[in-house]
């Protein structure tokens, strides 16, 4: 598997994708195929303020529950409704499937990698 270079990448196997003032935030490829089939998202609520490298939700699979890590600081402005209902969106294609969207004007990127350092992280 490949991954976008134009993503930024934490450990915790979430990706980001900056635009502009506004953050994408998903899961990768590595992170679906070790979860197995996804069941059910937990996420935060609109409004709601994230802190980069925090806590903001969880992903719950057949095999177990994971914790979802915010790769930014700033304010969740949209969830993914699709994904929501549809969790399995992820397991087909999770680079081109957002989780939320984050507003980041003048937030904190936290620990991140390129999809280079990313692959050799999972490799």
Known sequence: MSYPDNYQYNKYHQWMLLEGDTAKIGITDYAQSTLGDISTLELP???QKLEADSTFGSVESVK?????????????????????????????DPHNNWIIKVAV???????????????????
């Open 64 to 92: 177990t529950v994971s914790d979802l890590y915010s790769p930014v600081s700033g304010e969740v402005i949209e969830i993914n409704e699709q994904v929501v209902a549809h969790p399995d969106l992820l397991n087909q």
């Open 45 to 47: 609520k609109i409004g």
């Open 105 to 123: 004007k003048g937030g904190k990127v936290g620990q991140t990698m390129s999809s280079a350092d990313y692959e050799k992280l999972v490799g």
